[in-house]
């Protein structure tokens, strides 16, 4: 299984470790060329204006928008997330906008309010998984075809619609695969 | 239950501004051009290093209200700089609610014997270093990024470069090490002990690195990702360069591509002139901001 790391900036090394310890092949993606044969593609932590711009200037935007839309596995943490919502409250960045969500940027607060916090989530079974939120954003509305599957302080942290998934928290920065698994097995389907 | 200002949340934040660019602002104008040419968070200043330097005198932390208007011009990351030693800048800077210190050389030091304890504090730092040595102390305080001093505000990428293959071939060093060399190349290097340790295993810091002090083109940017940096810091290379939008965007897209000399030729062309550069034999050694701090 060959999965893309966008690669613009942020914390595509991380995804990639935590990936390959989940068996997977990765390619850092930064060319429209690199995206020929995937079978998913993570969005890494990073800033979104930055990305969003990025992915325009090397005219990445609209072929990842369209393979999303064809079905391709994209899993998005924290500025992923921002990248993959419909709306972002008060702002008009760009965005691939192929999950019926909206969401709130730096929704926690700046930088010194960044944290950490067990979480609850049912999908990876019963251990508590370890929430690192870096000015994170969270959704603060989903459509109906979208299924929760964490919430924190009555904010929704983790979410799937179909083949997207999306984190407001960063598992790649904590030795825990099993999002990453979640996200190869369940969401993508590969075979472990 | 949430625990904030954790070493996980304050190196964190640096793995995400990873292969990104940061960049000096003095103005809400200069933070948004920053923001919309692809950087990934700024330094808001009231002086860029260049002007500094031309001006002389004591420079210190920036008056709170340049930085609170740069931090409602942007929703990305502000940064923004203490003195080494002074740790009520920075107290000052942690209320304002910035979202990075750096205890720089580029201000004039308030304590000539010791830096800041970073610990202390819940918002992360960034700190100077010209050997591996020198990164471990700033580590070992709490700094939770690292930067190469290079020569702050002379356009010229020869220190950088130094400091940045000085601490890369002592981290390949520390790998070949025996176990039982380490507790001597950290006496040697005056670093704490666990530190080098962990280098010697992981052969990596344990925390990002960037390069900073003389980039000016988009080559410079490259030629330092290329030689391990993680990400760029520009300080007067883009708002003393002749075209700023243009060197801004090109200085991003070269550190995004950083290995990719096709791109790189690209962007390199019709930006203007760089910064006015310095030559470093002609700044007398006392005149030599990274000689600041140990």
């Known amino acids: 299984m060959l999965i893309g790391v966008l690669a613009m900036q942020g914390a595509f090394r991380e995804h990639r470790l935590a990936l390959e310890a989940c068996g997977a092949t990765c390619r850092e993606i930064r060319k429209p060329a690199h995206l020929e044969g995937l079978d998913g593609l993570v969005i890494p932590g990073g800033e979104s204006t930055t990305i969003g711009k990025l992915l325009h200037d090397y005219e990445l935007f609209v072929p990842i928008r369209e393979m999303g839309k064809d079905g391709l596995p994209i899993f998005g943490t924290c500025a992923g997330l921002v990248m993959l919502a419909r709306d972002i409250e008060g702002s008009n960045q760009p965005r691939l906008g192929l999950m019926d969500i909206c969401v709130i940027r730096n929704a926690f607060g700046r930088q010194v309010h960044s944290f950490e916090a067990d979480l609850s989530i049912p999908a990876l079974g019963e251990a508590p998984f370890p929430g690192v939120f870096i000015r994170a954003p969270y959704i603060n509305k989903a459509g109906e075809g979208v299924e929760v599957l964490a919430v924190f302080q009555d904010h929704i942290v983790m979410a799937r619609q179909q083949n997207l998934l999306v984190t407001a928290f960063h598992p790649e920065l904590t030795g825990d695969q099993r999002v990453h698994r979640y996200f190869l097995h369940t969401v993508a389907g590969l075979p472990a | 239950m949430a625990e904030t200002g954790t070493w996980k949340v304050k190196t964190g934040l640096a793995e995400m501004l990873k292969g990104g660019v940061i960049m000096d602002v003095t ?93 202390q504090f819940k918002v992360p730092f960034v700190c100077g270093a010209r050997n591996l040595g020198e990164a471990l102390r700033r580590i070992g305080e709490g700094a939770a990024m690292i930067r190469t001093k290079g020569e702050p505000g002379t356009g010229n990428i020869v220190e950088a470069v130094r400091h940045m293959r000085m601490v890369m071939g002592e981290i390949r060093r520390l790998s070949s090490m025996s176990k039982d060399e380490l507790m001597t190349a950290a006496k040697n290097m005056a670093a704490p002990y666990e530190l080098v340790v962990e280098v010697a295993r992981t052969g990596r810091l344990p925390v990002v690195n960037f390069a900073a002090g003389g980039v000016a083109t988009p080559a410079d940017a490259a030629l330092m990702m290329q030689l391990g940096s993680d990400g760029i810091f520009v300080g007067s290379g883009i708002f003393k360069s002749r075209d700023p939008v243009a060197r801004a965007k090109a200085i991003v897209a070269a550190t995004t591509h950083y290995n990719d000399p096709k791109v790189l030729a690209e962007v390199s062309k019709d930006l203007g002139e760089a910064m006015p550069g310095l030559e470093i034999a002609t700044i007398a050694p006392e005149q030599r901001m990274q000689e600041r701090g140990w």
Not at chain 2, 79 to 103: C, N, P, S, T, W
């Open chain 2, 27 to 119: 103005t809400p104008e200069q933070a948004k051009i920053a923001e919309e040419a692809g950087a990934c968070a700024v330094m808001a200043l009231e002086r860029v290093p260049a002007d500094i330097r031309a001006a002389g005198g004591v420079a210190r932390m920036a008056d709170p209200t340049v930085i609170l208007r740069i931090m409602d011009a942007v929703t990305i990351p502000v940064m923004a700089k203490a003195r080494i030693g002074h740790f009520v800048e920075a107290q000052i800077l942690e209320e304002l609610g910035v979202d990075y210190i750096d205890e720089s050389e580029v201000l004039t030091p308030a304590d000539e014997d010791y830096h800041i304890d970073k610990h």
